[in-house]
């Protein structure tokens, strides 16, 4: 075996990590962005529900 061979297949062993590790990155992004999103949706649930039902009655008086 000689030593370009084994520098190659060393290279391309590093770039797989390197892209598991942008996968494990992107998965920990969307993580992170779901916690928020339904932290949020805890806080904001019932204010975010009256608006709704607000617009919807306003919604049926001028249509009914």
Request: hydrophobic share 50%; net charge neutral; no cysteine.
């Amino acid at each position: 075996m000689n030593i370009r061979s084994t520098v190659e297949r060393f290279i391309r062993s590093l770039h797989r990590d390197e892209d598991a590790q942008g996968l494990a990155e992107y998965a920990l992004i969307l993580a992170l962005i779901a916690i928020v999103a339904i932290v949020a949706l805890l806080f904001m649930g019932t204010q975010i529900s009256d608006k709704l039902s607000i617009v919807g009655s306003q919604l049926r008086s001028v249509g009914g």
